[in-house]
């Protein structure tokens, strides 16, 4: 049985940085692709980052692009996100996400990561606050 834990949420201050974890058990920690997703009260989920199998891909949402590195440790069976430059516009629920690798590989394009829908194991997410 996959389970994603996520951990590292706090609240701090605008232009504070934050590193977010998601371990993830179950399985071979390699075949996963990882995402991070985040939604704030009354919003739609909204994509974060994510990064591939092999940690040599990511994608990041417009927002967080720049300040945002997702990474992965697969000795760790760790996924990190670390924030920096933390805005009060970063306040969210962040969650990870993860799915298995499997063919047909040319469906793994940037739009495939982005898909929530794609992703079929969740964690139960970290809360995010940031202050100004």
């Known amino acids: 049985q996959v389970r994603l834990v996520e951990s590292g949420g706090d609240s701090v201050q605008a232009g504070d940085s934050l590193r977010l974890a998601c371990i993830i058990s179950g399985g071979t920690f390699t075949n996963y692709h990882v995402g991070w997703f985040r939604r704030a009260p009354g919003t739609d989920r909204e994509f974060v980052a994510a990064?591939?199998?092999?940690?040599?891909?990511?994608f990041y949402g417009d927002s967080v692009k720049v300040r945002f590195t997702i990474s992965r440790e697969n000795a760790e069976n760790t996924v990190y996100l670390q924030m920096s430059g933390l805005k009060p516009e970063d306040t969210s629920f962040y969650s990870c996400?993860?799915?298995?690798?499997?063919?047909?590989?040319?469906?793994?394009?940037?739009?495939?990561?982005?898909?929530?829908?794609?992703?079929?194991?969740w964690g139960q997410g970290t809360q995010v606050t940031i202050s100004a």
């Open positions: 990064i591939n199998w092999r940690g040599e891909t990511t």
């Open positions: 996400a993860a799915d298995i690798l499997m063919a047909p590989y040319a469906r793994y394009t940037e739009s495939y990561f982005r898909d929530p829908a794609m992703y079929a194991y």
